[in-house]
C-alpha cells in the first residue's frame, strides 16, 4: 500500500572537498539549536505520540501489514531543478533531490524478531516493489533501503520502519565495493563475493546459518561485533530480480538470524541495509547484491573515528560460533 503525498523540507547536499564525499544537511521542520541537547532528545523520542500508528487507526489501512508513506521530514524529495550551486570553489551545494520514503509495520510493539515467515515474505516483496517502482524515475539512479531499530541504531521513533532513499548518486562505500568487486571479476573472471562465499563453505568457521539459497556470514573483517552478511548462493546483482523461491528463502535466513542475535544479545539495537547494483542503465553483472546487519553493541570511539580502522572484541569466528548454537 502506497500512500502518496508531496513533502517540502529544508534540505541540501554539501560537498566535503576533503574527503571527498557528499553530506545532506537536512533541517529538520522547527528544530531549535537546544533541541539537540542530550536529555532532551531522549526525552522527545521517550514522550513523541505516535505519529504512525494514526495511519493505521484510518479505516483504510486498518488491516493492512504495512503502509508505504513519503517521510515527513524528507532528506530527499523531488525538486525542479539539480543544478550544482558554488558559493566558492570551496563550497558547493547541490539540492537533495530524490525520493525518501517509509514502510511502516501495523503493530506498534511488533518487532522484526516477531515476525513470521509470512510476515517476512510480504515485507520483502514490498522493499523489491519499491526498488522497481522508484528505479524507473528520471533522476534516480540508486535505492538504499535500510532499517534502524533502536536509539544506538539512530531509529527517532520507536514504532517499527524501514525506509527506503532513491537518489542520483551513490556513496563512497558502495562506490568501493563496486570497485573491489569489478577489479576482482577483471583478474579473475570471478565474483568476489561468490569465491568470499566459496571459501567460507570450505572453512566452515564463520557460518552462521544457510538454507538452499542464502548464506550468513559474519565476515572475516567485521566493523562491529556480530556483523552478519546475507548473501544468495547463487549469483545475483540485482536485488529487484529476487525470485518468489528466493524470496521465501530470504525471509527465512532474515528471520532466524535475526532471532538469533535478539535471543543471543538480549535484543541489541542494530541496523542492516541492502547492497545492490545502481539503476543507473551502466553494467554491474560483475556486482552480487547482499544485506549487511549491524548490531549495535558498542560505540564507536576516537581512534575508529580518527582513523578509520575499527576495533572489535569478538572474533567473527567466536560470534558465528555463538550465534550458530542460539536455538530459536
Ligand atoms: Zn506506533
Ligand atoms: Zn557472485
Given at each position: 500500500?502506497?500512500?502518496?503525498?508531496?513533502?517540502?523540507?529544508?534540505s541540501?547536499?554539501?560537498?566535503?572537498?576533503?574527503?571527498?564525499d557528499w553530506?545532506?544537511?537536512?533541517?529538520?521542520?522547527?528544530?531549535?539549536?537546544?533541541?539537540?541537547?542530550?536529555?532532551k532528545?531522549?526525552?522527545?523520542?521517550?514522550?513523541?505520540?505516535?505519529a504512525?500508528?494514526d495511519?493505521?487507526?484510518?479505516?483504510?489501512f486498518?488491516?493492512?501489514?504495512?503502509?508505504?508513506?513519503?517521510?515527513?521530514?524528507?532528506?530527499?524529495?523531488?525538486?525542479?531543478?539539480?543544478?550544482?550551486k558554488?558559493?566558492?570553489?570551496?563550497?558547493?551545494?547541490?539540492?537533495?533531490?530524490?525520493?525518501?520514503?517509509?514502510?511502516v509495520f501495523n503493530?506498534?510493539?511488533?518487532?522484526?524478531?516477531?515476525?513470521?515467515?509470512?510476515?517476512?515474505?510480504?515485507?520483502?516483496?514490498?522493499?523489491q516493489?519499491?526498488?522497481?517502482?522508484?528505479?524507473?524515475?528520471?533522476?534516480?539512479?540508486?535505492?538504499?533501503?535500510?532499517?534502524?531499530?533502536?536509539?544506538?541504531?539512530?531509529?527517532?521513533?520507536?514504532?517499527?520502519?524501514?525506509?527506503?532513499?532513491?537518489?542520483?548518486?551513490?556513496?563512497?562505500d558502495?562506490?568501493?565495493?563496486?570497485?573491489?568487486?569489478?577489479?576482482?571479476?577483471?583478474?579473475?573472471?570471478?565474483?568476489?563475493?561468490?569465491?568470499?562465499?566459496?571459501?567460507e563453505k570450505?572453512?566452515?568457521?564463520?557460518?552462521?546459518?544457510?538454507?538452499?539459497?542464502f548464506?550468513?556470514?559474519?565476515?572475516?573483517?567485521?566493523k562491529?561485533?556480530?556483523?552478519?552478511?546475507?548473501?544468495?548462493?547463487?549469483h545475483?546483482?540485482?536485488?529487484?530480480?529476487?525470485?518468489?523461491?528466493?524470496?521465501?528463502?530470504?525471509?527465512q535466513?532474515?528471520?532466524?538470524?535475526?532471532?538469533?542475535?535478539?535471543?543471543?544479545?538480549?535484543?541489541?539495537?542494530?541496523?542492516?541495509?541492502?547492497?545492490?547494483?545502481?539503476?543507473?542503465d551502466?553494467e554491474?553483472?560483475?556486482?552480487?547484491?547482499h544485506?549487511?546487519?549491524?548490531?549495535?553493541?558498542?560505540?564507536?570511539?576516537g581512534?575508529?573515528?580518527?582513523s578509520?580502522?575499527?576495533?572489535?572484541t569478538?572474533?567473527?569466528?567466536?560470534?558465528?560460533?555463538?550465534?550458530?548454537?542460539?536455538?530459536i
Open positions: 500500500m502506497f500512500f502518496k503525498k508531496v513533502v517540502k523540507s529544508k541540501e547536499l554539501r560537498y566535503d572537498i576533503i574527503n571527498k553530506v545532506v544537511v537536512a533541517e529538520g521542520r522547527g528544530k531549535r539549536p537546544e533541541d539537540f541537547k542530550k536529555k532528545t531522549d526525552e522527545a523520542i521517550d514522550n513523541m505520540p505516535c504512525f500508528c495511519y493505521f487507526a484510518q479505516e483504510k486498518r488491516d493492512k501489514n504495512f503502509v508505504v508513506i513519503p517521510n515527513k521530514f524528507p532528506a530527499f524529495f523531488p525538486q525542479k531543478n539539480n543544478l550544482l558554488t558559493d566558492n570553489a570551496l563550497f558547493q551545494r547541490l539540492p537533495s533531490n530524490g525520493f525518501h520514503e517509509v514502510v503493530d506498534h510493539s511488533k518487532q522484526l524478531t516477531d515476525f513470521s515467515q509470512i510476515d517476512w515474505e510480504e515485507l520483502l516483496g514490498i522493499y516493489q519499491r526498488y522497481t517502482e522508484l528505479s524507473k524515475e528520471k533522476i534516480v539512479n540508486y535505492v538504499s533501503i535500510f532499517h534502524n531499530h533502536g536509539k544506538m541504531a539512530g531509529a527517532s521513533l520507536i514504532h517499527p520502519h524501514s525506509q527506503i532513499i532513491a537518489i542520483p548518486f551513490f556513496d563512497k558502495l562506490s568501493i565495493s563496486l570497485n573491489s568487486s569489478r577489479e576482482f571479476f577483471k583478474e579473475k573472471s570471478q565474483c568476489l563475493f561468490c569465491a568470499t562465499n566459496r571459501a570450505s572453512v566452515q568457521t564463520r557460518i552462521v546459518f544457510e538454507n538452499s539459497n548464506l550468513a556470514i559474519c565476515p572475516f573483517a567485521s562491529v561485533n556480530f556483523e552478519v552478511v546475507i548473501s544468495p548462493k547463487n545475483l546483482p540485482y536485488f529487484e530480480k529476487i525470485t518468489k523461491e528466493e524470496k521465501s528463502d530470504l525471509a535466513i532474515f528471520g532466524e538470524v535475526l532471532k538469533k542475535i535478539g535471543y543471543g544479545l538480549e535484543f541489541p539495537d542494530y541496523n542492516f541495509y541492502l547492497h545492490t547494483s545502481p539503476c543507473d551502466k554491474y553483472s560483475f556486482f552480487h547484491w544485506f549487511t546487519i549491524m548490531p549495535r553493541i558498542s560505540v564507536w570511539a581512534f575508529e573515528l580518527g578509520g580502522i575499527e576495533i572489535i569478538m572474533p567473527p569466528e567466536k560470534a558465528a560460533e555463538y550465534l550458530r548454537k542460539i536455538k
